[in-house]
């Protein structure tokens, strides 16, 4: 079945800075890529996602890359602000099968 | 997207006892899925439950001990029976929305349950 590893698995920035957390994924048929924020006390929140027919999404002070050939994808914050301090899960997916998650990456953003 | 609520948002109950947890949907829904997520943890797929048929368990869970009910397309209970310390996790209802060639995946708010 799919393998999903996240890094790093904390992540402490400078309010302004940029933040960058990495997936890599091991089944070439994945075609779906989610990204989660999860703040303390409520359940995960989408984000932002990738389908694997597109090398990079944008939304504001988020984007998502991904290399289909080296099956990696990354989430990029710029801009960073403390409300962005939370647990960030990336996941992956094919057709309609279930979420494969990753451990989860903490994010610390330090006013 | 899709608004999920749960019901109860958080209990303390006793080893032995067992707590049924609802998920309710704003929209019909065919995919509903029940995880668990252990303190500091990834999440963890317990089942899916699709309106119509009956739960499909992952390994390590069994419908004696996490019974699901899916009695129409904007509802779902997971039970989690004879609970032991070891149950203590947030519960979490999540549907799929069809999207394109494939789902995309909400979450609700969890279920804090705290078992002595």
């Known amino acids: 079945g799919e393998n999903v590893e996240q890094h790093p698995s904390t992540l402490s920035v400078q309010e302004g800075d940029s933040a960058v957390i990495k997936c890599t994924y091991s089944?070439?048929?994945?075609?779906?890529f989610p990204w989660y924020k999860q703040e303390l006390g409520k359940g995960p929140q989408l984000i932002i996602d990738?389908?694997?027919?597109?090398g990079e999404k944008k939304d504001q002070r988020i984007a998502v890359t991904l290399n289909k050939t080296a099956k990696h994808f990354s989430l990029h914050i710029t801009e960073t602000q403390p409300e962005d301090s939370a647990v960030y899960f990336c996941?992956?997916?094919?057709?309609?099968?279930?979420?494969?998650f990753g451990k989860g990456t903490m994010l610390l953003v330090s006013p | 997207s899709a608004v999920i609520s749960q019901k109860p948002s958080r209990d303390i109950c006793q080893r032995g006892t067992s707590l049924t947890i609802q998920c309710q949907v704003d929209?019909?829904?065919?995919?509903m899925f029940w995880y668990r997520q252990q303190p500091g943890q990834s999440l963890t797929l317990i089942a899916t439950?699709?309106?119509?048929?009956?739960?499909?368990?992952e390994s390590g869970f069994v419908i004696d001990k996490f019974p699901i009910s899916r009695p129409n397309l904007t509802f779902s209970t997971l039970t989690v029976s004879n609970m032991s310390p070891e149950d203590s996790s947030i519960y979490l209802c999540?549907?799929?929305?069809?999207?394109?060639?494939?789902?995309?995946?909400?979450f609700g708010p969890g279920t804090r349950l705290t078992v002595l």
């Open positions: 999540s549907v799929a929305l069809s999207a394109g060639s494939g789902v995309t995946q909400y």
């Open positions: 089944d070439s048929a994945s075609n779906y």
């Open positions: 990738i389908r694997s027919n597109v």
């Open positions: 996941a992956a997916s094919k057709g309609y099968s279930t979420l494969t």
């Open positions: 929209s019909q829904v065919t995919m």
């Open positions: 439950a699709n309106q119509g048929s009956e739960a499909t368990y």
